[in-house]
T-cell receptor, first 116, second 113 residues
Framework: AQSVAQPEDQVNVAEGNPLTVKCTYSVSGNPYLFWYVQYPNRGLQFLLKYITGDNLVKGSYGFEAEFNKSQTSFHLKKPSALVSDSALYFCAVRRGSSGSARQLTFGSGTQLTVLP | DSGVTQTPKHLITATGQRVTLRCSPRSGDLSVYWYQQSLDQGLQFLIQYYNGEERAKGNILERFSAQQFPDLHSELNLSSLELGDSALYFC????????????FGEGSRLTVL
């Protein structure tokens, strides 16, 4: 079984400050990790993924995430937050060797609010 | 725009009724996934089809069924609807030979009264 925990339901940060949205995971074998963002009344948009290689991955809109195998974490970060980054963020995982059964398991989501 | 199309965007119906949600995946994608998003359950995986065949099953109720047609579009059928089935239903697709990011449609919001 695989699971994702996003320990914070809500994260507030001031515009221009760095932001971190936390994610820990549990999966057997090598993890494939993803971050998605959801704006109100919209679908989920892919931000970035970790498959293998460099532990720091860069994605859309200036976001990056750091994979830490020993801590089973994949925290989302951005050096300088924008008000427009305010949205619901989901971390997701799947087993790397799952073949064509590629469904993702999502965390419960973290509402990010960037204050002007 | 992800390229995944879902209809209808909104649907209001009564308990006990049956509805069908439709999804057209991105051009060339063979896999279709259905997810349910509700306030209390979060994002729950329901079912996956790959080139017309069921490939993986999640927390899908027996009252729900799905299929993928030869043209690769998919339908999710929800029957004997209950108030608790009110949710946002997402379809996603993924291309072959990639490391598996899913591309989501805008969702179908179902309200059961």
């Amino acid at each position: 079984a695989q699971s994702v925990a996003q320990p914070e339901d809500q994260v507030n940060v001031a515009e221009g400050n760095p932001l971190t949205v936390k994610c820990t995971y549990s999966v057997s074998g090598n993890p494939y990790l993803f971050w998605y963002v959801q704006y109100p009344n919209r679908g989920l948009q892919f931000l970035l993924k970790y498959i293998t290689g460099d532990n720091l991955v860069k994605g859309s809109y200036g976001f990056e995430a750091e994979f830490n195998k020993s801590q089973t974490s994949f925290h989302l970060k951005k050096p300088s937050a924008l008000v427009s980054d305010s949205a619901l963020y989901f971390c997701a995982v799947r087993r790397g060797s799952s073949g064509s059964a590629r469904q993702l398991t999502f965390g419960s989501g973290t509402q990010l609010t960037v204050l002007p | 725009d992800s390229g995944v199309t879902q209809t209808p965007k909104h649907l209001i119906t009564a308990t006990g009724q049956r509805v069908t949600l439709r999804c057209s995946p991105r051009s060339g994608d063979l896999s279709v996934y259905w997810y349910q998003q509700s306030l209390d359950q979060g994002l729950q995986f329901l079912i996956q089809y790959y080139n017309g065949e069921e490939r993986a099953k999640g927390n899908i109720l027996e009252r729900f069924s799905a299929q993928q047609f030869p043209d690769l579009h998919s339908e999710l059928n929800l029957s004997s609807l209950e108030l608790g089935d009110s949710a946002l239903y997402f379809c996603a697709s993924s291309p072959q030979g990639t490391t598996g990011e899913l591309f989501f449609g805008e969702g179908s919001r179902l309200t059961v009264l």
